[in-house]
């Protein structure tokens, strides 16, 4: 059964148009997931592949301009006379 936010998407086509085109080594990036699993402390989330890591930085971008505009209602909330520490 498909979900209904996902109606939209037909995967077997989207992924069978992209197989054999992507950017990423699969022996590469099984490599880099061991190295992240064996470290003494592991980043609670990485992004691994070239076209990952283009589309996570396009969202911290996005993300800070977002948190920048909506500064002054995001620090409006607290306490009349409440000092940050």
Avoid at 11 to 24: F, H, I, P
Avoid at 64 to 75: Q, T
């Amino acid at each position: 059964m498909r979900h209904p936010a996902y109606d939209h998407i037909d995967a077997q086509k989207a992924m069978g148009a992209r197989n054999g085109t992507q950017a990423g080594d699969p022996i590469k990036g099984a490599k880099a997931m061991y190295e992240l699993a064996i470290i003494k402390d592991p980043p609670l989330r990485v992004v691994i592949g070239t076209d990952a890591y283009k589309a996570i930085m396009g969202k911290v971008e996005a993300y800070g301009e977002n948190y920048k505009k909506y500064e002054k209602i995001s620090n409006s909330t607290d306490v009349e006379g409440y000092k940050a520490p």
